[in-house]
């Protein structure tokens, strides 16, 4: 039955009227009854998040232990949680590859949730390792699309993603599955592929033309990915840095690496932390390394904490050396907000806002512009940010 404000004041009041009860005792019972109202309160936010996992019927029998970490996450914290089978939705079924599917069937799940309703969506092969903490962080981040850049890869995750139930997540869920109709002959990373430019499109810089081009040309196989990099390096110099857009219809936040609540595990050597850094890993392709590794009884939602768990310093310091070791993906130094030597060790890598500098320029004919795309080894091999990116 949920807590009434209203009801708590009224007896809260007969209770102090009453001549047997001490000053001591009151206070002790207002302090309970708070922490109820406190709980009640937390309890009805976290009801509008929900961890959303898109997978047909043998896929979530492939990933049942990540799921389950998934759903024990969702208990603990009060979110929902929502197996969908990309079967659902008439609308989708015309998208024959699974992955452009999944986001329109996210798309139109939004349609059927409340208005604050906020998804945290994930593949399949993500376990939680870090459950005491919440998502709360990027919850109350408030952009109606979140996505994050992959680590130690120079392309946008398309498979982990937040997104609120506004108008202008939905529609950009939608145009991201109708890329299906414009992937090239050759390899182009499916969905991965096109995020690049569905961002592009969202956020109106110069140079969609140049990289969508360049995009419609990939004519070369999956043993080939020289033309396939060049395409996501074009993207990047058009995006630039991590950043959160606030656009006329809504807001979209890029997040740095390992800035996100969800990360490739491999990389922190499947470490965690209950104070700081990615709360799940992704990439987590074996169900044993579930059960064996990161769990030591997950029927229980019992984390196996020596395996896992490190302190905010450890995890820190790991993330620091990673970043220290790959500078074509981590801007180096300590001259600007997304350096390594800022921010990495803490974890505070936080995007650029809006209006701060290095800002690409957005053109209100983006569809038709285009742009040089600064092509030196140098700008190649920094495609973490921006080439025209100033470090010290």
Not at 151 to 158: P, T, W
Request: aromatic share 12%.
């Amino acid at each position: 039955m949920p807590f009434a404000p209203s009801s708590f004041l009224f007896q809260m009041c007969l209770l102090a009227r009453r001549p047997r009860v001490s000053a001591m005792k009151f206070l002790a019972l207002l302090i309970l009854h708070l922490g109820v109202l406190i709980s009640a309160s937390k309890l009805r936010t976290q009801s509008n998040v929900g961890i959303v996992v898109v997978g047909d019927p043998s896929f979530q029998r492939r990933f049942d232990a990540q799921i389950r970490s998934l759903r024990c996450y969702a208990n603990r914290h009060g979110y929902e949680m929502h197996l969908l089978t990309a079967s659902e939705y008439a609308e989708c079924k015309r998208f024959k590859d699974f992955f452009f599917r999944k986001h329109c069937t996210v798309s139109k799940f939004l349609e059927t949730q409340a208005p604050s309703f906020t998804a945290a969506v994930f593949d399949g092969d993500v376990v939680v390792a870090a459950p005491m903490r919440g998502l709360d962080k990027w919850i109350n981040h408030g952009a109606d699309i979140q996505l994050y850049n992959r680590c130690l890869f120079h392309e946008i995750m398309a498979g982990n993603y937040m997104v609120r139930n506004t108008p202008f997540a939905r529609d950009f869920l939608m145009r991201w599955a109708k890329y299906y109709d414009q992937r090239p002959s050759g390899f182009s990373s499916a969905d991965n592929g096109a995020i690049q430019l569905v961002v592009m499109e969202t956020i109106q810089v110069e140079g969609y033309n140049t990289c969508y081009s360049m995009y419609r040309n990939l004519t070369d196989k999956v043993t080939n990915l020289n033309s396939y990099w060049d395409y996501v390096h074009c993207t990047k110099e058009a995006i630039g840095p991590a950043r959160a857009w606030t656009l006329p219809k809504g807001r979209l936040t890029m997040w740095p690496r390992l800035e996100f609540y969800v990360a490739d595990g491999v990389f922190l050597n499947r470490w965690a932390s209950s104070e700081i850094g990615p709360i799940m890993h992704h990439g987590v392709k074996d169900p044993q390394d579930v059960v064996s590794f990161y769990y030591k009884d997950l029927d229980q939602c019992e984390i196996n904490e020596t395996s896992v768990l490190r302190s905010a310093k450890e995890l820190g310091e790991t993330a620091l050396h990673l970043a220290q070791s790959y500078p074509e993906y981590f801007p180096a130094g300590r001259g600007c907000k997304q350096c390594a030597e800022t921010c990495m060790e803490s974890f505070s890598c936080e995007p650029l806002q809006d209006s701060e500098e290095p800002r690409p320029r957005q053109v209100v004919d983006f569809r038709a512009s285009s742009f040089t795309i600064v092509d030196s080894a140098e700008s190649r091999r920094h495609s973490w940010g921006w080439s025209r990116w100033s470090t010290v």
